[in-house]
Every structure is written in structure tokens, then in C-alpha cells.
């Protein structure tokens, strides 16, 4: 049984930083893609950044190139993502997830198994 679970969200001001942390239980941590998606009110789920476990390659969205870095720490079987210089529209409810894919995705289609989410507000 796959268990995926979210921390770090909060509240912060436009040009803040937080760090979203994943822990994963149940799941082999090796040669699978691990993501985080985010979803605002009223809008599609999509795509953050993405990682493939075996060899660390990563996949951004557009939106938080250079702002956003995905990173995993395979003895611990922890994901995270630093976000930096974070805007207004970076709010919604983050959510990690875990797919069989042998290459980073950013396709929420792919992921088969999903954390509850934690909620991040830029103002």
C-alpha cells in the first residue's frame, strides 16, 4: 500500500520561499518517477516538476524554471521542492505523487498514487 505524505505548506509573501517535503512508504524508491502537482480553486490539476529516481533527471514546468527545484533523498524515501521567489499565482494545494514511469512526467495521468496535498498561499 503506497503512502504518500505532504508538509512544509503554509503562508508567505510574494517573493518568499518554502520548502514541501514528501514522505514515501510502501513503494520501491528506485526507477520510478516522482512528482508534485498543485491545483488552484476552480483550475486544472497540473504539473510542478517531476524526477526520475534512478538517475535524478528532472522535468519543470515553464511556469517555475529557476524559481523551483525538485530534489530526493532515496534513503530516506523523501521527496522535495524548494520553491523560491514565489508569486501570487503559485498558490493552491500541492500534491505529490508517484508513477511507474522510467522518465519524469508531468502528465497527472501518469501517476497512479497521490499524497492528501498541502496548501501553499502567496500573497
Known amino acids: 500500500h503506497v503512502q504518500l505524505v505532504e508538509s512544509g505548506g503554509g503562508s508567505v509573501q510574494a517573493g518568499g520561499s518554502l520548502r514541501l517535503s514528501c514522505a514515501a512508504s510502501?513503494?520501491?524508491?528506485?526507477?520510478?518517477?516522482m512528482g508534485w502537482f498543485r491545483q488552484a480553486p476552480t483550475k486544472e490539476r497540473e504539473g510542478v516538476a517531476a524526477?526520475?529516481?534512478?538517475?535524478?533527471?528532472?522535468y519543470y514546468a515553464d511556469s517555475v524554471k529557476g524559481r523551483f527545484t525538485i530534489s530526493q533523498d532515496n534513503a530516506k524515501n523523501t521527496l522535495s521542492l524548494q520553491m523560491n521567489s514565489l508569486k501570487p499565482e503559485d498558490t493552491g494545494m500541492y500534491f505529490c505523487?508517484?508513477?511507474?514511469?522510467?522518465?519524469?512526467?508531468?502528465?497527472?495521468?501518469?501517476?497512479?498514487?497521490w499524497g492528501q496535498g498541502t496548501q501553499v498561499t502567496v500573497s
Open positions: 505523487a508517484a508513477s511507474s514511469l522510467r522518465w519524469p512526467s508531468l502528465f497527472p495521468g501518469n501517476f497512479g498514487s
Open positions: 510502501g513503494v520501491t524508491y528506485s526507477g520510478i518517477c
Open positions: 524526477i526520475y529516481t534512478n538517475d535524478g533527471s528532472t
